[in-house]
């Protein structure tokens, strides 16, 4: 395992807009990506990392919001209700933090590294990393849905 570079914004915004590709084969190279991915995202204690924030433009996200690590790949959103504003950060916009409105509740399909076809449900906090983190997969940041940025303890800065 090894730490993989996260891709800050400022730096390369380019390749964090793309949209990513489907993984068609688990094979030994995406079996290492997630295990770096998870490594990289415990390192900078991220609750979540999307492959392109790593500069590899595949539809795969790692979670882990305290309940133990999500790994999904290919994520799709099938089923969202309700709305919640809450505050967002990310590794690759590091010192910003933003509200966004994102659904309560999501149900996302996807892929497990075993290659098991799954769904996780997700409310809260759960939902929000998803939503976040399948964003990334389509070449979108939160700081693109900012409602109003905020200090890291949530107090409002005013303006976007
Ligand atoms: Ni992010």
């Known amino acids: 395992m090894a730490l ?6 400022d730096d390369d915004n380019e390749t964090l807009r793309k ?3 489907e993984i068609t084969e688990i094979n030994e190279k995406i079996l290492t990506l997630i295990e770096d991915m998870k490594e990289t995202m415990y390192a900078q204690n991220g609750v979540g990392l999307a492959a392109p924030q790593v500069g ?4 795969l996200i790692v979670i882990d919001i305290g309940d133990g690590p999500i790994v999904l790949i290919n994520p799709v959103i099938v089923y969202q209700k309700g709305s919640q504003k809450e505050m967002e950060g990310c590794l690759s916009v590091p010192g910003v933090w933003g509200i966004v409105e994102r659904p309560t509740h999501v149900i996302v399909r996807g892929t497990t590294p075993e290659g098991e076809e799954v769904e996780v449900e ?5 939902a929000v990393a998803l939503c976040h983190e399948i964003d990334h997969l389509n070449g979108t940041l939160y700081t693109d849905k900012v409602i109003e940025y905020v200090d890291q303890d949530g107090a409002a800065k005013g303006g976007k």
């Open 122 to 126: 997700g409310e809260g906090l759960l």
């Open 4 to 9: 993989r570079n996260v891709l800050i914004r």
């Open 56 to 59: 590899v433009l595949k539809r």
């Open 19 to 21: 949209k990513s590709r």
